[in-house]
T-cell receptor, first 114, second 113 residues
């Protein structure tokens, strides 16, 4: 199957700093990428949908100025958590969708904000 | 909101078949049934999907009722490594909805020796 990577796999930062998470499709071109977050013992919650070269579409209740998404190429999307606070600590997961219309998920990034 | 209902947890003996049910009574004609699973602290893994016919691949079988209001994922010979949360999702393939996956709570399957 297609491979999606995320970097870093885990990050610890201080409150008030910004953190960037990368999502890459390694062996296919992703026209659309999705960002999810998952709190402990909960399901995945879709945050936003990003299409290459255009602005991301955010789900209701997700602050677009807090979670900046850039999808500058067909193989890379980034999520920046700006001015992170402890409540932003979560497991962030991306998925990528190519021409096959199937979604492939990355391994996730564990963010801990102190 | 997720459009599927699954039991929160199930147990299965190692080597036996695991049958995971899913209700999707409001499914639309252009929506597929997808199954993913998530092993602890990993990204979800695709298992199988179908529209109305039963499907089988190397991982599992998917049985969809004739009225498409429910389905069952079958893992024919469960192993300890199949312990995971299994998500049943209905999804429009492409189009204006962009193929979004909306996850429900899933079923936590525990395979026991």
């Amino acid at each position: 199957g297609a491979v999606v990577s995320q970097h870093p796999s885990r990050v610890i930062c201080k409150s008030g700093t910004s953190v960037k998470i990368e999502c890459r499709s390694l062996d296919f071109q992703a026209t659309t990428m999705f960002w999810y977050r998952q709190f402990p013992k909960q399901s995945l919650m879709l945050m936003a949908t990003s299409n290459e070269g255009s602005k991301a579409t955010y789900e209701q209740g997700v602050e677009k100025d807090k979670f900046l998404i850039n999808h500058a190429s067909l193989t890379l999307s980034t999520l920046t958590v700006t001015s992170a606070h402890p409540e932003d600590s979560s497991f962030y997961i991306c998925s990528a969708m190519g021409l096959s219309n199937e979604q492939f998920f990355g391994p996730g990034t564990r963010l801990t904000v102190l | 909101d997720a459009k599927t209902t699954q039991p929160p947890s199930m147990d299965c003996a190692e080597g036996r078949a695991a049958n995971l049910p899913c209700n999707h009574s409001t499914i639309s004609g252009n929506e597929y049934v997808y199954w993913y699973r998530q092993i602890h602290s990993q990204g979800p893994q695709y298992i199988i999907h179908g529209l109305k016919n039963n499907e089988t691949n190397e991982m599992a079988s998917l049985i969809i009722t004739e009225d498409r209001k429910s389905s069952t994922l079958i893992l024919p010979h469960a192993t300890l490594r199949d312990t995971a949360v299994y998500y049943c999702i209905v999804r429009v393939a492409g189009g204006n909805q962009g193929g979004k996956l909306i996850f429900g709570q899933g079923t936590e399957l525990s395979v026991k020796p």
